[in-house]
């Protein structure tokens, strides 16, 4: 079993695809990726199963959850509760986060 992660494989095999997420962690207890949003990319992203935590890499915008708009900014966390509407937008730099599930990518 795989124990260390190099987030920037992951960020290149973003670059290369046709999506904006790699899970690069994906357990029945856990799971692990990192998103990158070019400026102004939409960030389509539905409720998860799971309770989830954001780290901010890089790169600015907002994060909604339910009705309020959070400012993004570097090393900044966030919570974001399962199955609770919310998604990244109004980045005018390119944005990379970390997510974290409490639970398997759904």
Known sequence: MKLDFDVN???KKIKKSSTYFHTFIDKPSLAVGVL???SGEEDTQ???DNDEVY???SGDGFLKIKDKDYK???DKVFFVAKDVEHYFHGNKK???VLYFFGGPDT
């Open 55 to 57: 780290y901010v890499i």
């Open 94 to 96: 390119e944005l990379k």
């Open 36 to 38: 990158v949003l070019k």
């Open 46 to 48: 539905e409720p998860h």
């Open 72 to 74: 993004v900014s570097k």
């Open 9 to 11: 494989n992951s960020i």
